[in-house]
Each structure stands twice: as structure tokens, then as C-alpha cells.
T-cell receptor, first 110, second 109 residues
Framework: DAEITQSPRHKITETGRQVTLACHQT?????MFWYRQDLGHGLRLIHY???????NKGEVSDGYSVSRSNTEDLPLTLESAASSQTSVYFC?????????FGPGTRLTVL | AQRVTQPEKLLSVFKGAPVELKCNYS??????LFWYVQYSRQRLQLLLR??SRESIKGFTADLNKGETSFHLKKPFAQEEDSAMYYC???????????FGTGTLLAVQP
């Protein structure tokens, strides 16, 4: 069955370190998205991609970057982790209908 | 501005009571709306979409364009319905979802 996976599921890091969160989907979807989930804010879009070599900024993109070298993967990089980036991160992909979400990565920045 | 509003952060009901989770939207154009559910520490799952006019797990939602609402309803709540519920609107031109802030439904025994 097609699916979308994220790794790691939990990560603790220190302020200033670079962190990369992986997202892999086997739906063969062109569209992929990264969100962060915080209490009181719901889900906010960080970055998204419509296909290989395409990346776009979402509403909360500062301090994050993505790259899309193939259809299946959209890794999210925190260039220099900050405590404000402690959150749960969800990756999603979509075809023609709606978005399907990964299991999430819980990131703690100390 | 395109926006989804869920006015209640928490809705607590007793088992067997009716449930209504409110969702209002602001969108220029023909809206497509969804309800997602997130059980404790799990991924978001699509619950239902307005274009399907379906009932999933006893939940229904009707799009009311006059009131710009898409409230989620269930006549008799079950304890297993306890979860976070998100209303979302899709921008078809970009395939981006705009989420509300979510409502935590707690069904008491």
C-alpha cells in the first residue's frame, strides 16, 4: 500500500544545531507539504513543492529550508535550530483530491 | 482574506449527547471544505469532505454558503470520538490547505 512516512519520530537537539527531518511518500504525488502544529495555532504551512526542483515558502518559512531532488522525498532542514522551533512537524502529499499526512516528528530544541 | 475559524478550543460533552463542532470560513470563490480528525498522538486523517456529502463514523457536515459555515455534527457522541478536529479549506489554484486552529472534543463517560 502507498504511504507517507517521516523520520525520526522524535528528536531532541540543541540550539544552533542543524537538523533535517525526512519525509518519504510512495503515492507518487507531485505535491508535498510541510506543516508545524502548535497549540492555539493549528497547522501552519512551512514550505511546499509541486514537483522535482520546485520549492515554495509557506506562511512560517523563516529558519527552514527544503529541497526536492526526486518525487518521493521532501526533507525539511532547520539551518540553526531555535527553541521557538520546538513543535510537531507533519509532512503531507496530495494528488488531485486532498492531502494525506505522515505520522509526524516531535522536535524539541533545548 | 481566506480564513477558517473554529471558535471553540474545547468542546466537552457526555456520551450519547449531540455534538456540533463549528467551522466558519472566508473565501472568494467556490469553497471546498474538509474535516480532519487527529486521535491522540496520531496523524491527521481525512474525516469527510463536503463534495462527497457522506457520513463517516456517524458524522455529517453540510456546507452553508449563506452563513459561510461547515459545522460538523453527530447525533450521539461516543467516547472514541474524543480527538482534535480540524476544519480546512483548499485553495484549488495552489492545492494548499488552510486550517482552522482546531477543536478538541472530549466525550465524557
Amino acid at each position: 500500500d502507498a504511504e507517507i512516512t517521516q523520520s525520526p519520530r522524535h528528536k531532541i537537539t540543541e540550539t544552533g544545531r542543524q537538523v533535517t527531518l525526512a519525509c518519504h511518500q510512495t503515492w507518487n504525488h507531485n505535491n508535498m507539504f510541510w506543516y508545524r502544529q502548535d497549540l492555539g495555532h493549528g497547522l501552519r504551512l512551512i514550505h511546499y513543492s509541486y514537483g522535482v526542483q520546485d520549492t515554495n515558502k509557506g506562511e512560517v518559512s523563516d529558519g527552514y529550508s527544503v529541497s526536492r531532488s526526486n518525487t518521493e522525498d521532501l526533507p525539511l532542514t532547520l539551518e540553526s535550530a531555535a527553541s521557538s522551533q520546538t513543535s510537531v512537524y507533519f509532512c503531507a502529499s496530495s494528488g488531485a483530491d486532498t492531502q494525506y499526512f505522515g505520522p509526524g516528528t516531535r522536535l524539541t530544541v533545548l | 482574506a481566506q480564513r477558517v475559524t473554529q471558535p471553540e478550543k474545547l468542546l466537552s460533552v457526555f456520551k450519547g449527547a449531540p455534538v456540533e463542532l463549528k467551522c466558519n470560513y472566508s473565501y472568494s470563490g467556490s469553497p471546498e471544505l474538509f474535516w480532519y480528525v487527529q486521535y491522540s498522538r496520531q496523524r491527521l486523517q481525512l474525516l469527510l469532505r463536503h463534495i462527497s456529502r457522506e457520513s463517516i463514523k456517524g458524522f455529517t457536515a453540510d456546507l452553508n454558503k449563506g452563513e459561510t459555515s461547515f459545522h460538523l455534527k453527530k447525533p450521539f457522541a461516543q467516547e472514541e470520538d474524543s480527538a482534535m478536529y480540524y476544519c480546512a479549506l483548499i485553495q484549488r489554484a495552489t492545492n494548499k490547505l488552510i486550517f482552522g486552529t482546531g477543536t478538541l472534543l472530549a466525550v465524557q463517560p
